[in-house]
C-alpha cells in the first residue's frame, strides 16, 4: 500500500487528491494536510466582497466529502518536509501542525511514498508596512483573498456607502499592494464589482474611484497582457481596459509599487523613479504572494530549504530556472511535469511551484525597485496541474519509476477566465476571455506570441451568467455529486 | 446656443488618459445588457471556451 499525501485542500490540492482517490481506489492511501476547515470558492470571495454573496455561499466543510471520498482529513499546517527521513528511519515525512480545535499547535510526523505541494501562496502582507497585520485582514485596507476577509471588506464598503449617502464623498483606491504582485484580475473585478454597486445604491456621483497597480500597462493582468481579434483588428488588451475604465469613470495610475500604507493613505514609487501618495476613504489592495515558507531537512537533520524551494518559496520543478534576460525567454523554460528535480516523489502543483520567471516584461524603476507583475496561476492552470500530478502519482505507484509522466505546461495550455464586472441577472456583466497559451510562445506565434484564433475577450451580460453558472458548477463538482469528474477543471 | 449633450462621451473630458482612449456608444452599451443578443453570446462563448478547454487537457 503507498501513501500519497497532498499538502493544500484548495483548487490543485483538491483536485490532485480526489482523483488520486478515485483511480487509486481503497488499496491506496490519500490523505489530506490543510489547515482549513472548508473548501472556499476563492473566485466568488469578490461578491461577497460587495455584499452579494454570504460567507456560507462560496463554502462548504471538507471533512464530510473527504470521508465520502475514503481520503484521510488532517486539518493541520504542513510545517516542513524531510524527503529522506531521518536518523532513525529512511521513511520520507512531513511535519504536519493541526489547526483544529481541541489539537491545535500539535505536531505530527506523517510518512508518505508521494507528496504533492499544493499550499498555494502566503498572502504576503507584511511586505508593505502598513497593509495588513498577522491577521491579515488589513490594519488600514481590506482584502479579498479568502471568504473572511471579503466579509470583513464588504462591512467597511457599506460603511463607506453609508457615508455616502449622507453626503459625505468617498475616495476608493483599489489595486495591488507591493510592485511584486499578482492577482490583478482580482483587483479588477472589485473595482468594478464597486462601482456597480454604487451606481445600484445611487451614490456613484459621490464617490471618487481610482486604480493602482504595479503593471507597465492596463490590462497586462501578470500574462504580459494579450492580443485579440476585434472588428477586424488585432487588439491589445490595453485599449479594451482602458476603455473600461473610461467608460465606467474609474481613474489609473500604473507602474506603481505601494511601499507604506498608512490610515487613509498609500505611499508608492513608480517607474519613473518619483514618488508619491494617495488618499483613500476605502481601499483594497492585494498583497503580494510568496510561498508558504515550508522548510526541508536532509536526513542528518541539515536544513536543505534552499536545495527544495526557490528564494521566493515556491518549490522547484522542472523549469529552467537558468537567470536569463527577457529576450532569451522561452516556453519551454516552462514545467511541464511539476516533479521536484531533486527527489522524485515530490511534485508541486498550482500556485505553490516556483516559475522559472515572470510572463510579463520586467521592468524596473530608475532606482532599482522591480514594478512588475509576478505570473498568475488562475484557476483552470491549477486544476489542470493537479489533475496531471495526480495521474502521474498514480501511475508511478501503478506502474513503477519507469512510468510516464503527464505533462500540462503552462506554455501549452489555455485558460478561460471570466472576470466580473458587476452582478445581476439582467444587469450584470462580465469580461469574458480565454487565452492560448497562458505563456506566450513567440517562437510559435511571432506576432502576438499566441494564438489569437483561441485568444478572446468581450465583455457583456453573457460573461455574467457563465461566472454565475461556474460558481455552482465548481462547487458541485468539488463537493464531488454525481458526474463531477465530466466537469472539467 | 443649444448644447448637443452625448451622455456616454462625457467621460473623454475627465482627463487627458481618457480622452485618449476609444469609449462604447450607446447602441453597443445596450447590446451588453440585449438577453436575445448575449443569448446569443453565451452559446458562442461557451463553444469557444469548450474549444480551448478541450485543447488544453
Ligand atoms: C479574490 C480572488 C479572485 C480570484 N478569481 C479568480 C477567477 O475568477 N478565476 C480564476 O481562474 N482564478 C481566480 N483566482 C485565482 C485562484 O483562486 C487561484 O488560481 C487558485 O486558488 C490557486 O489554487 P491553489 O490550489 O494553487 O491555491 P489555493 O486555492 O490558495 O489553495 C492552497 C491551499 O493550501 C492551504 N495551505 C496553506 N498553507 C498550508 C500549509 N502550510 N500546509 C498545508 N496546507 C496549506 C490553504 O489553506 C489552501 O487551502 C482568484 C484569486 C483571488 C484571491
Known amino acids: 500500500m503507498a501513501r500519497v499525501v497532498v499538502l493544500g485542500g484548495g483548487v490543485a490540492g483538491h483536485t490532485t487528491a480526489t482523483f488520486a482517490a478515485k483511480w487509486l481506489g481503497s488499496q491506496h492511501e490519500v490523505v489530506v494536510v490543510t489547515p482549513n476547515s472548508k473548501w472556499n470558492w476563492i473566485p466568488s470571495n469578490i461578491w461577497v466582497g460587495v455584499g452579494q454573496m454570504t460567507k456560507d455561499e462560496v463554502t462548504f466543510d471538507l471533512a464530510p466529502v473527504y470521508q465520502k471520498a475514503g481520503i484521510e482529513f488532517k486539518q493541520a499546517k504542513a510545517v516542513s518536509i524531510n524527503p529522506e527521513g531521518n536518523e532513525s528511519s529512511n521513511k520520507p515525512f512531513v511535519t504536519i501542525e493541526y489547526t483544529i480545535a481541541g489539537k491545535a499547535g500539535q505536531t505530527e510526523n506523517v510518512e508518505y511514498d508521494y507528496l504533492v505541494n499544493a499550499t498555494g501562496p502566503k498572502l504576503n502582507f507584511a511586505a508593505t508596512p502598513g497593509l495588513g497585520d498577522a491577521n491579515g485582514l488589513g490594519e488600514f485596507t481590506v482584502s479579498v483573498c479568502t471568504a473572511d476577509h471579503a466579509v470583513h471588506a464588504n462591512d467597511e464598503l457599506q460603511k463607506s456607502i453609508e457615508k455616502m449617502k449622507k453626503g459625505q464623498r468617498q475616495k476608493f483606491l483599489i489595486g495591488t499592494g507591493h510592485g511584486m504582485c499578482t492577482c490583478q484580475g482580482a483587483a479588477f473585478e472589485y473595482i468594478f464589482n464597486i462601482e456597480h454597486e454604487l451606481r445600484k445604491a445611487g451614490v456613484r456621483d459621490m464617490a471618487d474611484m481610482k486604480w493602482i497597480s504595479n503593471e507597465a500597462f492596463l490590462g497586462d493582468f501578470g500574462m504580459g497582457g494579450l492580443h485579440m481579434k476585434v472588428g477586424g483588428y488585432v487588439v491589445s488588451s490595453k485599449l479594451f481596459a482602458e476603455s473600461l475604465f473610461s467608460e465606467r469613470g474609474v481613474d489609473w495610475l500604473i507602474g506603481a509599487h505601494v511601499n507604506k500604507v498608512e490610515a487613509g493613505k498609500a505611499h508608492y514609487e513608480l517607474l519613473d523613479g518619483s514618488m508619491g501618495e494617495e488618499d483613500f476613504d476605502f481601499s483594497m489592495l492585494i498583497p503580494p504572494f510568496a510561498g508558504v515558507g515550508l522548510k526541508a531537512y536532509n536526513k542528518t537533520g541539515e536544513d536543505i530549504t534552499a536545495t527544495v524551494f526557490a528564494p521566493n518559496g515556491f518549490m522547484k520543478v522542472d523549469a529552467d530556472y537558468t537567470p536569463k534576460p527577457y529576450a532569451e525567454w522561452k516556453a519551454s523554460d516552462w514545467p511541464r511535469t511539476y516533479q521536484n528535480p531533486s527527489y522524485k516523489n515530490m511534485f508541486a502543483a498550482g500556485i505553490a511551484f516556483a516559475p522559472p520567471h515572470i510572463i510579463s ?97 468581450e465583455i457583456g451580460l453573457a460573461g455574467h451568467w457563465i461566472k454565475h453558472i461556474l460558481h455552482y458548477l465548481f462547487i458541485y463538482k468539488a463537493k464531488l455529486n454525481p458526474g463531477w469528474t465530466l466537469i472539467p477543471e | 446656443m443649444e448644447k448637443k449633450v452625448v451622455h456616454e462621451e462625457l467621460n473623454f473630458q475627465r482627463d487627458d488618459k481618457m480622452n485618449l482612449t476609444m469609449i462604447p456608444g450607446k447602441f453597443a452599451r ?26 488544453s487537457h
Open chain 1, 361 to 457: 516584461k520586467p521592468m524596473s524603476s530608475v532606482n532599482g525597485t522591480p514594478i512588475n507583475p509576478t505570473p498568475p496561476r488562475t484557476g483552470m492552470p491549477s486544476g489542470i496541474i493537479g489533475k496531471a500530478v495526480a495521474h502521474s502519482v498514480c501511475d508511478l505507484i501503478k506502474n513503477g519509476d519507469k512510468a510516464h509522466l503527464h505533462e500540462a505546461s503552462m506554455a501549452e495550455m489555455g485558460a478561460a477566465c471570466v472576470a466580473s464586472a458587476g452582478k445581476g441577472v439582467f444587469s450584470g456583466t462580465a469580461a469574458a476571455m480565454t487565452v492560448y497559451p497562458v505563456v506566450p510562445d513567440f517562437e510559435k506565434y511571432p506576432g502576438t506570441g499566441r494564438d489569437t484564433d483561441y485568444t478572446f475577450g
Open chain 2, 30 to 55: 445596450s447590446m451588453r445588457t440585449c438577453l436575445i443578443w448575449q443569448f446569443i453570446r453565451f452559446v458562442i462563448i461557451n463553444i469557444k471556451m469548450i474549444i480551448v478547454v478541450g485543447k
